[in-house]
């Protein structure tokens, strides 16, 4: 059963919503970069990235 | 067809349905349904008695609907066998025999109300999937007024009722008055060409059967005027262009545009079209008899329980078509081998081309069954029966079915079909104790080859899988289009991306990668039909555990990239170059120090790690 969840692109940091099916491996292509390296966003907050001071997101 | 039905080497299994196919190149078993007849095919001489005093008349599904057959009945004039069929559905002869006049008439005996069919089971070395196409059903939007008027018929119909064996005997006659129509519009791209409507690729025929159709017409009815209203008219083949200009010189209008409203005149049931002509700009109205939509074509996918690509294990493309082995170096091949395609189940195509296809595929299967043994590929996977824990996995993942079932109970390791093996690398990728080597891309070789890679100014490199087929492809599409991208890449082919284990992800990072790469084929495009699937579920899986060990996901990439995207591959080394940047020397310090604690594949069970390092 297919339900909306939260993805994040792990090349540009888009985040958005769309369809996840748990039993459907689909291709996914973030809307705003293009890139493939999607990422369905985890309910836990992450540790802290190790030794990370420059990440994407402080881009620019 | 005839030819085939009196063909001593050829059986015809008429009216049955392939149920399950299992084994492998030359040793195929197909399960097959034969459903019930009713009629001994090899004893009826086809003689008509039966349908003359058969009772009951149902719309004929041959002759489009437009006349009427009998309950028994021969399916069409050329049907081999040319025997009758009994339509048991339609039938009043059936528990308990209600009518039995056909069996009363039939002097050869051949009725038989007790025909339960029979279930086959036939060994085979290779097969050959032609399950052709269907036409796209206009009554799904209703589109150009197909279910509110009768003179609004398909092509197909139309090629019924043009046909000197069809309900008309050749007579174009439209179906409201029997009267000839005189003024015949065609309507180009129904259910083609559109992301709304049908399917949004080109149906390749429509076009030429239309001017095919107009031709006809002409050479019947001199009088009649027809009309044709396209997007645009793809007259690519050998002679067609030809045709199409034939087509013009005898009177045939083409205005470009698609009909915006089509009514009925209630009186004359006449039919009013109104396009935009867009080479003019005007808006025209059209006054016909009779308007024919040129109706896209689909996939057919069997008539059983089952899809053929479910029953094969066939992959097929976004459109629905099955994918081939390669588009151009075995574009009559499935990925797996000994199954070969003919004709439109794998892309629309016209008579001439699906001939072309059907001869050369059935040479590669002749090739085949001819040498009487199959070359491989040396890139097949290994089993160390002693590491396995006949966990299963690698059955499971294998694409192409090459890796028998393991048996706990019975102490039954797993086999690998050496014949069948495609040399992916997924059961060797996706296996938890490493029992699966594989010929010529084995673990210690591209753990060596990262190893190589990251030996020196590791900080300046992204690590890059990439698949054989695509990825790699991609890579030198790139290079010969002389397209720039930064020098900071570093490939490591694999025959598929389901090779790269997460144990060489693990490993780079480990020896301080910055960036790892993973690449591979587009899903549609897997050369080893689901293969892909399983690269996108373990790199998901690293991209879990690497967020549970505070290390940024970000890091481990994932592409999908096509041979035919030099351009891409440029663009997206370009965007990690950049990337590479934003790793700091103190962050892929840290990740070392973290995956020291850590076994060589974070996360993975105790006892598959106990297993393997045992």
Known sequence: ?60 | MMDVGRHPKIKTLVNSEVEEVSGFVGNFRARIRRNPRYVVAEDCTACDECARVCPVAVPDEYQQGFSSRKAIYLPFPQAVPSAYILDMENCLGSEPIACGRCAEVCEKKCIDFDDQGEVLEVPVGSIVVATGMKVYDPRMNDEYGYTRFDNVITSMEFERLICAGGPSAGHLVRPTDRRTPKRIGFVQCVGSRSATRGVPYCSNICCMNTVKQTLQIHEHYQDASTTVFYMDIRAFGKGFEDLYRRSRDNGTRYVRGLPGNVEEDPETRDLVVTVENTTTGKLEQHRLDMLVLAVGLEPHKGNGKKTVDEILNLSHTSDGFVLEAHPKLKPVDAPTRGIFFAGCVEAPKDVKDSVTQASAAAARALNLLGAGKVQVEAITAMLDTEQCIMCGVCTRVCPVNAITASNKKQKQFPSIIEAACAGCGTCAAECPTDTIAMRHFSDAQILAQVEAILAEDRMSKILTFACNWCSYAGGDMAGTSRLQYPPSVRLIRTMCSGRVDEKFIWHAFRLGAPLVLVSGCHFSDCHYIDAVTWTQKRVEKVWSRMEKLGIRPGRLQLEWISAAEGQKFARVMRELHEHLHRVTPAEVEETIRILEKQPPVPGRSKTAVAAATA
């Open chain 1, 1 to 60: 059963m297919a339900e909306m969840k939260r993805f994040e692109c792990l090349r540009c940091d888009h985040r958005y919503m769309a369809e996840y099916d748990r039993k459907v491996t689909v291709e996914r292509t973030c809307p705003s970069c293009g890139s493939n390296s999607v990422k369905l966003e985890s309910k836990k907050p992450a540790k802290k990235p190790a030794g990370n001071t420059n990440t994407a997101s402080a881009k620019g």
